[in-house]
């Protein structure tokens, strides 16, 4: 029995543990199944910080691209900034004022109007019994305005348009290309025949230039020409024309070349040149040489050759000027032959020129020069700055012979005695007041008595202003 109780006993010491037992197994496979539950999490964890790590990278990445791309835009901009200020100062203009705006840029444009206007009168006293008309006259001489300027690469340009007597005409139209000292022209402009003729009518010291100027037809024709600044004070000119603009279409072609010297001999200007020319005369066309008495406002002409039948023209012209302080001489000579077919009594000779002489009496003003002609001049004391202006004495003999007896032509000669005074108040106005005696031989209008010798005095007026 007792052995059965120490039995029993074991047996139940041996039994009392396995509760416990399994409640620790229970809770082992809790921990375990946790431990794998955090594992899992811990691995999804890592699964998410590696792909925000990815997403992170890409957008480093993608704002890496975005500050290079920056970094070039800021690049280029600073780039851009130097020739966008280039460009601006390109296109910036520049506005001065020389008589009328002249507008001007960096890039080489330019533009600039300018104009002119001449009024003129007077009287005109010739012999009664010739039947010419004289006494008062009075006319808008000269009634103009155009536009100047430049254009990029050498390129200029001038347009000019007439509007005196009710009628529009076109004075200059030209497009110009400088280079250095050659200076490319084309269109209707002046062709190279006179100093007095390339003179402005703005700066002549009478109202009309020279007799033989007008007597042997200079006029602008429209043609191509080139000059050169071959040295310092040496200028060749050349050209190849046709008619005026106003004659077209037409046949005609001519030919000039003008040669200058203009030293300078201390403070005083000296001028030399010589020029030549040559017309194609069409055929049946005819020439016709006359003048009027130094005004412009009339239409008599007291010397006149009447039609003559010719092949060619052909002129030669010396000059010489000469500038100091307020003094200034020039003089002048053109020899116009009329080529003629022997059939009419072979060529026909004429001449014309000036001797002048005047004198600023104003002190510290001189008459104007530049480019082989004479230019503006500029009052030392204008009005405007409280002085009185320019004011300037003028003498000129002016020759005119239109008879050639060996070709049987007597057109008539006339001896101008001129004189003039000159107010300039301002830079860009301008009075001028002319005498003239005009003593005529062989004048194609007889007086009463059949004379063809006589004089013709005319008395002139012009107010002048140009911008």
């Not at 430049?150 to 400088?178: C, H, M, N, Q, R």
């Not at 070709?407 to 007041?433: E, H, M």
């Amino acid at each position: 029995m007792k052995k059965l109780f120490t039995a029993a006993a074991l047996a139940g010491t041996a039994l009392a543990p396995l509760p416990a037992m399994a409640q620790d197994t229970t809770s082992l496979e809790d921990q375990v199944a946790a431990l794998a539950a955090e594992i899992a999490r811990l691995n999804q964890r890592v699964a998410e910080l590696e792909a925000e790590k990815s997403q992170t990278e890409a957008q480093q990445a993608s704002v890496a691209l975005e500050q290079a791309a920056m970094a070039a835009e800021v690049s280029a901009l600073r780039e851009a900034v130097p020739a966008a200020a280039d460009a601006m100062a390109a296109l910036s203009t520049e506005v001065s004022w020389a008589g009328a705006p002249e507008f001007e840029n960096e890039g080489g444009w330019s533009f600039k109007p300018f104009g002119r206007l001449n009024i003129d009168s007077g009287i005109i006293d010739a012999p009664a019994s010739t039947g010419r008309e004289d006494g008062f006259g009075s006319e808008i001489r000269r009634a103009r305005i155009g536009l100047a300027g430049d254009i990029p690469g050498g390129f200029g340009y001038k347009l000019e348009v007439d509007f005196a007597g009710d009628e529009v005409s076109v004075t200059d139209a030209i497009i110009t290309y400088d280079d250095g000292p050659l200076t490319l022209t084309v269109g209707q402009h002046n062709n190279f025949q006179s100093l007095e003729e390339l003179t402005s009518s703005r700066w002549s010291t009478f109202m009309e230039r020279a007799a033989f100027t007008d007597a042997f037809g200079f006029e602008r024709r429209l043609g191509v020409s080139a000059q050169i600044d071959v040295t310092d004070g040496v200028l060749l000119q050349a050209g190849v024309f046709t008619d005026n603009i106003s004659d077209l279409p037409g046949d005609t072609w001519s030919g000039d070349a003008r040669l200058v010297a203009s030293p300078k001999l201390g403070d005083a200007q000296l001028h030399l040149g010589g020029s030549v020319h040559f017309t194609d005369v069409p055929d049946g066309d005819t020439v016709r040489y006359r003048q009027r008495p130094l005004v412009h406002f009339t239409s008599e002409r007291f010397i006149n050759t009447g039609n003559i039948g010719a092949d060619s023209e052909f002129g030669a012209g010396l000059e010489a000027g000469f500038i100091s302080g307020p003094f200034h001489a020039v003089g002048e000579g053109f020899w116009q032959t009329a080529n003629r077919p022997d059939a009419f009594g072979g060529d026909a000779n004429f001449f014309g020129g000036y001797a002048e002489v005047g004198m600023f009496l104003t002190q510290g003003d001189s008459r104007g020069y530049k480019g082989g002609k004479f230019d503006r001049t500029r009052p030392a004391n204008p009005i405007d700055e409280g002085g009185i202006g320019a004011i300037q004495i003028n003498a000129r003999y002016d020759y005119l012979d239109l008879t050639d007896t060996g070709a049987g032509i007597i057109g008539g000669t006339q001896n101008g005695y001129f004189a003039s005074l000159i107010w300039v108040p301002t830079d860009y106005t301008r009075l001028t007041f002319n005498y003239g005696r005009l003593e005529y031989d062989d004048a194609v209008h007889a007086t009463a008595s059949g004379s063809r010798d006589y004089s013709v005095d005319v008395l002139g007026m012009r107010a002048q202003i140009d911008f």
